[in-house]
């Protein structure tokens, strides 16, 4: 009877965790990008590590793996650059962010156990991208053509999150064939477009293709006949963006100016020409203090210095390099690529679908590095450590199949 009881306490204390961690997720993409409501994410943030706290407490058992371990020291490394910092506020602010981020990351790690939570938390990734998506179509003015996505935070970052929600999305659908995963696709695909991130439109489009392919890779006939489906849908999706006026004018235009400029070298667009600049003065000045950087965060300040405008450099290699030096980007790389390295050296992957999509956002945002800035992003780095939880409990679950099954013959 004791026992019963017990059990039934764990299991409500376990509903509890997992509906704080799904509020939680919801308020990535709902919240945390607008101004005095963020407290709501961070309050459940707060939330849910108490939680993860207690059963740590109750369990007696503490997980810290490598990840966690570089994170950390990244972190540290940005609260010593307040040391030398040109701006100290600024540098305490970020470090303050990004000690806020391994907290959580910590209490992620200690939480998933068991396969079932990983993937519970991956569909919450897609359900947040469908709250989201739902808010930004039910804001939309057609009255005033323009990037849309605004009402949630920056254009490419909600195009970027939603493209992300798209990934797991379509991963789900087919790793479990229920065509409900598939049903969110079409409106995440209007809302990628509609925001005018090119980022996230390519993001989405080289990421359909991956998925589908390393899905099938292993019969020729199958491959051949999704990747012709796929392509097909592509085509119809490049045709719509630059027929449909109203994705012409968000999208389509700003696509045509990337190309022009990757292929000629010029543009008439003043965000690519301001982007390029930033990336060469942050260059410059990297090379000025290459070891330590001149503090997190400060690029901006020397950019204020330069131009009169304070701005981050939209790069994250740049922003890494002038801020924390190469120490500071070696530190960061060391746990974000290990991550991509675990999901791709590891063979004992019980299901494969999953771990291709955890792969490519990725490994999509790594490539993406030289476009925006995500060091301190909640949404990647939340990722980054399912992804490492992901392997670890796979390899644990694969083990104890094989024990299994090793005994059923006997």
């Not at 019963?4 to 990535?28: A, D, P, V």
């Not at 949630?152 to 064939?177: D, P, W």
């Not at 990297?286 to 131009?307: A, C, E, H, M, Q």
Request: glycine share 6%; aromatic share 18%; charged share 15%.
């Amino acid at each position: 009877m004791n026992f019963n009881r017990s059990k039934k306490h764990n299991n409500s204390y376990e509903i509890i965790i997992q509906t704080t961690l799904f509020l939680y997720i919801q308020s990535l993409y709902i919240f945390t990008f607008r101004e005095g409501l963020n407290i709501i994410s961070n309050i459940l943030a707060m939330l849910f590590v108490g939680l993860i706290l207690i059963k740590i407490l109750l369990s007696k058992k503490i997980v810290f793996n490598n990840s966690l371990l570089y994170f950390f020291l990244f972190t540290f490394m940005c609260l010593i650059s307040t040391i030398y910092a040109l701006n100290i506020s600024l540098t305490m602010q970020k470090t303050f962010t990004l000690f806020q981020l391994f907290i959580v990351s910590f209490a992620l790690i200690n939480y998933f156990d068991r396969i079932e939570k990983i993937y519970f938390a991956l569909k919450s990734f897609v359900y947040g991208g469908l709250f989201a998506a739902i808010y930004v179509l039910l804001n939309i003015d057609l009255d005033n053509i323009r990037r849309f996505g605004d009402v949630l935070g920056n254009e490419n970052t909600i195009g970027m999150i939603i493209a992300t929600s798209s990934i797991f999305s379509l991963s789900f659908y087919l790793y479990s064939h229920k065509f409900k995963w598939i049903l969110p696709l079409p409106l995440f695909i209007t809302i990628v477009l509609l925001t005018g991130s090119r980022k996230a439109t390519i993001f989405l489009m080289l990421g359909f293709l991956f998925i589908v392919f390393m899905k099938n890779k292993s019969n020729i006939s199958q491959l051949l006949k999704t990747l012709f489906i796929t392509t097909l849908i592509i085509v119809i999706f490049i045709f719509a963006v630059f027929s449909i006026e109203i994705f012409y004018n968000i999208i389509g235009q700003r696509l045509e100016n990337l190309y022009y400029y990757l292929s000629s070298g010029e543009t008439s667009e003043g965000s690519i020409i301001s982007r390029a600049r930033m990336t060469s003065y942050g260059f410059d000045w990297f090379l000025s203090k290459p070891l330590l950087g001149y503090g997190i965060d400060n690029y901006r300040v020397l950019y204020g210095n330069t131009f009169f405008e304070a701005k981050y450099s939209h790069n994250n290699f740049i922003e890494l390099l002038v801020g924390v030096g190469i120490v500071g980007l070696f530190l960061y790389l060391m746990y974000y690529l290990g991550a991509i390295k675990n999901l791709i050296f590891n063979k004992n992957q019980i299901t494969q679908d999953i771990r291709y999509s955890l792969l490519y956002v990725i490994f999509g945002y790594f490539a993406l590095s030289s476009a925006m800035v995500f060091y301190d992003s909640k949404h990647i780095t939340f990722i980054l450590f399912i992804s490492t939880s992901y392997t670890i409990v796979n390899n644990r679950e694969n083990k104890k199949q094989k024990k299994l099954d090793s005994e059923e013959k006997l």
